[in-house]
């Protein structure tokens, strides 16, 4: 199914590192500054990781909102949709970087946390893991502030050691056994379907990409999941659809061609059958549960 392009429906905030820059941190100390459109909703284009020691207020990471906690780990991967509810006084520690740094230092691209598998955001951490991030992360900070030749090195090595440590406490949290095969291929699916689902609509396609049959990969998704293989691909449209009509004003037509259909109606009635009710009806009454 072709896909017609419009303008971005969530603007997309660019990574904001000085010249070839491609990590940032800052420590806040109850500060409550903030820029304005953290306050609407966007994507990153970039990783972010937020180290809160004491924080008060919400954000919403995709259609979940996020109760703050003390000693609690924050991150998000880009393409997210992220808004912050309003400024509040904040104790902690954000860190930023880049897909472009996280390829300069291999050993990153393997860890969990930025895997993240789960599709998880939020880490809990009791007192004592909670000073061994802080320890990591004033041994990062001591580095940013040191430039020179062997600082991105160290910078990676320390956020390595660093996202290591939190990658053992992410899959503690989000506990499961060493796949099976056939778990291999539904996570191989499912990271297919997430690249790929705004132009690729059909489960043959994605069992072409992973070089086996559709009856093959049907079949497995369907035993694993109790869900066809194309019922995860529908699920995922929908979960687009739902962050656009909630976080944006984009009409209609233009969120079915952002999601590949190009007809209009096609995906009112997708929708409709999918979610239950019309676009239009969702947009109306999930506004009035939030606003």
Known sequence: MQTLTSRPPVPVHPFKG????????????????????MLLPHRKAY?????????H??????????????????????????VKEEPT??????????????????????????????HGHELR???AEADTVEALLAQLEAEYQRPGEWQQRMLG????????????LYTAQ???????????LLRAYQAKVEE??????????????????AGHLSEVIKAQTGRPAIKHLHERLVLEARRLLLHTQQPLKEIAYDLGFQDASYFTRFFKREAGTTPAEYRTNIRKMYQ
Do not use: K
């Open 57 to 82: 207020g919400r954000h919403w990471a995709d259609l979940t909102p996020y109760e703050h906690r003390p000693n609690t780990v924050y991150f998000s991967e880009p393409g997210q949709i992220l």
């Open 157 to 168: 090595a320390y956020l390595t050691v660093l996202l290591t440590f939190l990658s053992r």
């Open 196 to 213: 790929c689902f705004r132009e690729v609509h059909e489960v043959s396609a994605y069992a072409t990409q992973l070089h086996i049959s």
């Open 125 to 127: 951490l009791t007192a």
């Open 18 to 37: 000085n010249g070839p820059e491609t990590f940032t941190m800052a420590r806040s100390e109850g500060g409550t500054v903030i820029e304005a459109d």
């Open 89 to 118: 006084p904040f104790w902690g520690t954000h860190l930023e970087f880049t897909p472009e740094f996280v390829a300069q230092h291999a050993e990153l691209r393997t860890l969990p946390i930025v895997q993240n598998p789960h």
């Open 47 to 55: 990783y972010l990781l937020v180290f809160v020691r004491q924080n």
């Open 174 to 184: 989000y506990a499961e056994a060493e796949p099976t095969p056939d778990q291999r």
